[in-house]
């Protein structure tokens, strides 16, 4: 599911989950533990988070039929910790990470790519965030350091998606390339990182997570409580199941929260 390598002083740690590398709840950990584990290893300079590129995608977000069979919720509760673990270990890695994208980044693919210090992705690599049409809240944070405040809301709301031009043109991509060029790219950015002082470049890494304006583990696990809080009404659970079974939802008409029925 998670493959690792070091070349060069270079860790590529590469998602492949076939068909579409949706991740279960024990695959967000493994990717977190690999990332995590890349960053200590005192020989490792650069990291590049990768998919198997025989795969139509970089990584999809959580695996939905795991969480549509289990209603204990017990899952739901792994796999949202298992994002978070993963998101952070990109976030907090001692050494940059690169996100090197091909196909559908989507959901968890985009709290990758989003805690990335640099992202490459081929000239087929789409973004977008499909969590309201799962019933799921969250990484509306990462979304928010790839495009600009309110092209995230239209986003988050509509389901749109980007192209990795769009993102070159916001600036938050640093190359676009063809699907078979793009590990090399990725390498080539690393390799200049490698020739670097790794002591400088580790305190950089550190200095730069100190100045950022939005803490993003605090405002993703805040996110993740509206997630929890939907799965206790059942528009989320008919989202899920609609979703496995390729049909629409069955949805209330509005919104029957106890606040909203106090109101008058």
Known sequence: MIRS????HVAEIVIDNPPVNALPAAGWFELADAIRAAGRDADVRAVIVAANPELRAFQVGVDIKELAADPTKHTLIAVNRGCYETFAAVYDCEVPVIAAVHGYCLGGGVGIAGNADIVVAADDATFGL?????????????LARLVPYKKMRAMYFTGAMVSATDLLEFGTVERVVPRAELMDTAREIAAVIVEKSPLVIRRAKESLNAIDPIDVKRSYRFEQGFTFELNLWGDSDELRQAFVDKRGAELRPGDESPGKKEQT
Do not use: Q
């Open 5 to 8: 390598v070091v070349r060069d």
């Open 130 to 142: 499909p969590e309201v049409d799962r019933g799921a809240l969250g990484v509306a944070t990462h």
